[in-house]
């Protein structure tokens, strides 16, 4: 009988595993082996509103389904031999989590951890921009997102010494790292333009955007032939004064507007005379569409908050008893990681290059953000892979071809995938 690889795919927020069968699809079309039998774990638990309740309780809900397939196996009399993950938006951080609590309960002594990849991750949590609408959105969005709000936007205390639960995780003395570093083969892939959910600083780990304005600043951008919209290579031109940032609303906003992506979400793009009809009731549409959603949020996270609840007064429950073991270790290891968060030399940047100056279209990035930036980019075996998909409203859910069969839209995504699944190594 053949030896398992067992691939797990995780969604994102407000997803389930319907998000992912493209990545299913290809991948079970791409990779074959006489040697060893791939099989694909969607991980079902975490789904739709349960998104609310934090990296850390999602992380754990997929490691019971990962250590209940790893028993499934058992009892068929197959043996699981390799682990790999695959983390779509918020589920690339709940990956993170996920190899930590593996690793932490030895796991990986008697399987091999092969494959870590994620798509569109907000792996520092999500930045702040110069601008009113970002100010908003980091004010609401830890209130209105329950506990993965506050993780988000690095708010939370978890750590009993008020560390946040992305800084515990980017750190190298803790387990997540450890577990991370385990993994030979590692690769993360950021939309390098259109993304206004997961920006490229976060997707990809870095201390700045160099595609925030690529057609202005006239950024020359080779495109993979065989994998469509991943970027093969691109130049920066030497540096110049950047041009000025049209006012909001303005007709050069508009413009600017336009010609990166469509005005209009796809399900509001309707041909003539409809699209008129649509325009002439935004005033209307907008403010409901901005109410409904707050409402829809603050229900959301008002159940998820009394889940928690529920969840952390459960003392025996597996979930409080990995948690509480972790946040020991923690409070163990204070004493050695105490120093400065932000980066003091040259050689704690990524990559040693200079930081280039704050222009506005390039995010805000508090110490922390550095510093996990500075961490993260020291793991064995990073690779990087950028995509430049265009002419799309947003294309955060285009990336992993989220919904082929309501928009078209989102086919355009398939060659990102096609390069993960070849990428693969089974």
């Not at 389930?16 to 060893?36: C, G």
């Not at 196996?73 to 790999?84: I, N, Q």
């Not at 002419?391 to 071809?401: K, L, Y």
């Amino acid at each position: 009988m053949l030896p398992v690889h067992l691939l797990v795919l995780i969604h994102g927020m407000w997803g389930n595993p319907e998000h992912l069968l493209e990545l299913h699809r290809i991948i079970r079309e791409t990779k074959s082996s006489s040697d060893v039998e791939l099989q694909v774990l969607l991980a079902e638990t975490n789904r739709d509103d349960a998104t609310y309740d934090g990296i850390d309780w999602g992380g754990e809900r997929v490691a019971q389904e990962v250590l209940g397939k790893a028993e499934e196996l058992k009892s068929e009399g197959k043996t699981l031999a390799r682990f790999s993950v695959t983390g779509y938006s918020l589920g690339g951080l709940l990956a993170r989590y996920l190899v930590g609590i593996l690793h932490q309960r030895g796991f990986f002594k008697d399987v091999i951890p092969v494959n870590f990849n994620t798509l569109a991750t907000p792996h520092i949590g999500l930045p702040k921009y110069r601008s009113l609408f970002s100010a908003i959105t980091s004010s609401l969005g830890p209130k209105l997102l329950s506990r993965t709000g506050e993780q988000f936007y690095n708010v939370d205390k978890w750590s009993s010494t008020g560390q946040s639960l992305l800084e515990v995780m980017a750190d190298p003395d803790r387990v997540f790292y450890q577990a991370l570093a385990l993994f030979p083969h590692i690769r993360i892939y950021a939309n390098a333009i259109n993304d206004s959910t997961v920006p490229y600083v976060t997707a990809a780990i870095e201390l700045a955007d160099p595609f925030a304005d690529y057609a202005a600043n006239g950024m020359d951008i080779e495109l993979d032939e065989t994998y469509g919209p991943r970027i093969k290579s691109y130049t920066i031109p030497p540096s110049r004064s950047p041009p000025p940032t049209p006012a909001m609303l303005s007709y050069g906003w508009f413009r600017k507007f336009k010609s990166d992506r469509p005005f209009l979400p796809p399900a509001f793009q309707r041909p003539f005379p409809v699209n008129v009809i649509i325009y002439v009731l935004l005033p209307i549409l907008i403010p409901l569409g901005i109410s409904f959603a707050v409402y829809r949020l603050s229900m959301a996270t008002r159940s998820s908050r009394a889940r928690i609840k529920s969840l952390e007064s459960d003392q025996s429950s597996t979930l409080f008893s990995t948690l509480a073991h972790l946040e020991k270790q923690v409070e163990d290891a204070v004493a050695d990681v105490i120093d400065d968060p932000s980066p003091t030399c040259e050689e704690d940047s990524p990559s040693g290059a200079e930081e280039p100056p704050l222009l506005p279209e390039q995010p805000i990035l508090t110490p922390l953000q550095r510093k996990m930036i500075t961490s993260l980019n020291k793991l064995p075996n990073l690779k990087k892979e950028a995509a430049f998909i265009t002419s799309v409203r947003n294309s955060h859910a285009v990336i992993v071809c989220r919904d082929v069969k309501r928009f078209s839209a989102h086919k355009r995504g398939e060659g990102i995938i096609r390069h993960w699944a070849d990428s693969f190594i089974l």
